[in-house]
């Protein structure tokens, strides 16, 4: 890993002398998962502002996912983000400022509140889907198609299903 200001390598101190051949060092395979996690995310985002979104934030998407189609209460969202009801209410206070939701009565239950999205917020998701369409496409056209889709097999090979599309990534980061 490279401190990004000081351009230094600060890497862990790696045993080498285990004698096991390694063509590549395996702490390198989280770290280039997640360079490559970063930069789809930080183009979405460069993106998204260009387009009329210039306050979404990765924290935003998620949160925006969990909330759903039909709505949920700040304890639905905090339970898919894997975060306390209180961490959910500050998202959710953000994505009310901005914009991308909205509170109303759960037809249900009159005690209960509900966040929906706005139609500014599934702008912004129909937006990110797009493109992460067209970033895909990008890479197909950096990889080739064939490197690309098998990169995904791969991956999906690896990944349990059950956590492939979880949405509480920010908490398992540490970061509510």
Known sequence: MVDHVAGENVNQVVDKGKGVPHDTPGFELPLLLFGGFRTLIEQLHTRL????????????????????????????????????????????????????????????DARRKLVRLTPRGYDALARSAAIFDDL???????????RVRDMEAALRNVVPEETAFRLDATSWMGTP
């Open 49 to 108: 502002a260009d387009e009329g979104h210039p306050d979404m934030r990765p924290a935003h998407g998620f949160a925006m996912q969990a909330v759903g189609v039909h709505g949920a209460t700040a304890s639905d969202i905090g339970r898919r983000l894997g975060v306390s009801k209180q961490a959910a209410g500050k998202t959710v206070d953000r994505l009310l400022a901005v914009g991308y939701a909205e509170r109303a009565d759960d037809p249900v």
């Open 136 to 146: 895909r496409a990008e890479w197909i056209a950096t990889l080739g198609a064939d």
